[in-house]
């Protein structure tokens, strides 16, 4: 998931809290028959406060469990009807459960409906208006890779692509080169043109028509793909696609098709964090610890800020850029452990062990990562997560993707305070290519592999573990 769809789903599932809560504000201001008590303040103190929990409960565990990010992106009105039906018996079945459970009286009659079905005939008729409005706003740039007519046989490939927000920027076509096609797109340029046209194009997709294509071309495609950091979408064409014996090499045994109103669309490098469900609960944990964190270590901060003005006055933070999300920069904040910090924009130079550059409360506060704590402020802003692939700086980006071609696809989320590379032994120097290759390794292995669960490790790892210390200095 790009992060322009993620964003617009999750304003999406705000919209549908909105809508709820001011269902229930609307059977409050018209007083139904069961639904107040007799004291003149029980509704707010009482009943009320109930189902607003309860209402509010039971729709987050229907986003959870049954939360489709394609019903979030696609605004088919039919598709969204289903939607909205089953969820409806979900909602009802949860909320009266619920209801038994807490002995709400109002819930225990029938006119709890009412508000329910408020919440979603509105929340049905207000997303296919908006998404009537929406179908001209531009999310992301589309390439396409493949012969054009073999698109234009695709059943309304281009409108069902736009309806997501996708603007089709160009073909490359080794056979209509420059021609266009019967929609009228550009062809850009034959499919060996693909690195200068990513090179010099701000691309966020790539589909690929892989039927119009030889296996050599489409794994060229895929590979430059990856150096760029940019997913690709495959539309097989043939329904045995990913069948045992049909199987392409260059697709991962995890490669499973998704459907764009019944086209499959199979996307190469699939990761659980392109759930929403999965995202959310990433999310949510991430805002959560990071403001524990700060909230618990704020008096250790005021310490450590003291320790350093005293040993070396200067400020108290180093703020160098690095790269994160979808190759977008930041700040990220640290304690400053050196006398001499490094251009925080271009700084080319690493530390080294024993570097002068260190001082006293320094050399501490690098042993124990002490000087990383202030990245839990990036985390509340959105810069990064708890856990993932470790920010790099702006010039390393070109020195590791000359030793590793898939090293951006470590933008697919955002970077981490700590990862699994680093509890594994594999920070500090990353000198050799082997140093290199070991460490896009292990955050491929986690983008790949990602679980609530193995965030839970590798944070108790960060911790306590001695190898993810054995390389600090």
């Known amino acids: 998931m790009i992060p322009k769809n ?3 789903a999750i304003n999406h599932v705000a919209l549908e809290f909105l809508l709820l809560n001011f269902s229930l504000l609307a059977v409050l201001f018209f007083r139904l028959p069961g639904m107040l008590g007799t004291h003149p303040h029980q509704p707010f103190i009482g009943d009320f406060m109930w189902l ?8 987050g565990l229907i986003i959870f469990l049954n939360g489709d990010l394609d019903l979030y992106l696609n605004f088919e009105f039919r598709k969204r009807m289903r939607y909205v039906v089953l969820n409806t018996f979900f909602f009802v079945g949860m909320t009266y459960t619920l209801g038994l459970v807490f002995n709400i009286e109002y819930i225990l009659q029938t006119n709890f409906l009412i508000p329910i079905f408020l919440f979603l005939f509105i929340n049905l008729f207000l997303f296919e208006y908006y998404g009537r409005r929406r179908r001209n706003v531009t999310l992301a740039r589309a390439l396409v890779v493949g012969k054009g007519n073999e698109w234009n046989e695709l059943s309304g490939i281009s409108r069902k692509i736009r309806r997501r927000g996708y603007d089709i920027v160009g073909f490359l076509d080794n056979e209509q080169h420059r021609d266009g096609n019967a929609e009228g797109i550009e062809v850009l340029g034959k499919v060996d043109d693909l690195t200068r046209i990513l090179g010099n194009s701000e691309i966020d997709e790539i589909f690929v028509t892989v039927s119009s294509l030889r296996e050599e071309e489409v794994r060229e495609t895929i590979e430059v793909a990856d150096y760029y950091g940019i997913r690709v979408n495959l539309l097989p064409g043939a329904p045995g696609f990913l069948g045992e014996k049909a199987r392409p090499s260059y697709l991962g045994e995890k490669a499973r098709p998704s459907y764009l ?28 610890f990071a403001l524990a964190v700060l909230i618990m270590l704020a008096p250790v901060f005021l310490v450590i800020a003291a320790l350093i003005y005293l040993d070396n006055k200067g400020p108290i933070f180093y703020k160098p850029v690095r790269k994160g999300e979808a190759g977008g920069s930041f700040h990220c904040y640290k304690f ?11 700084g080319t130079k690493s530390t080294v062990k024993n570097d002068p550059r260190i001082t006293r409360v320094g050399k501490y506060l690098r042993k124990y990562d002490l000087d990383e704590l202030p990245q839990f402020i990036n985390v509340l802003k959105g810069d990064m997560s708890v856990v993932g692939p470790r920010p790099h700086r702006v010039f390393l980006e070109q020195d590791f993707r000359k030793v590793v071609n898939d090293y951006m696809v470590r933008h697919y989320v955002k970077p981490g305070v700590t990862g699994w590379a680093q509890v594994n032994g594999w920070r500090g120097p990353t000198v050799t290519n082997e140093q290199k290759r070991q460490r896009i390794k292990h955050d491929l292995w986690y983008i790949e592999n990602w679980s609530f669960w193995l965030d839970i490790k590798i944070v108790f790892l960060t911790v306590f573990s001695k190898k993810t210390r054995k390389n600090a200095f």
Not at 340 to 346: E, Q, R
């Open 261 to 288: 109103e019944g086209l499959p669309v199979i996307r190469v490098r699939q990761t659980p964090l392109d759930k929403l469900h999965c995202f959310l609960l990433k999310k949510i944990f991430d805002f959560a």
């Open 336 to 346: 400053r452990t050196m006398s001499v910090c490094d251009d925080p924009v271009n």
């Open 6 to 8: 993620r964003h617009l």
């Open 52 to 59: 607003v929990l309860i209402f509010n409960l039971s729709w």
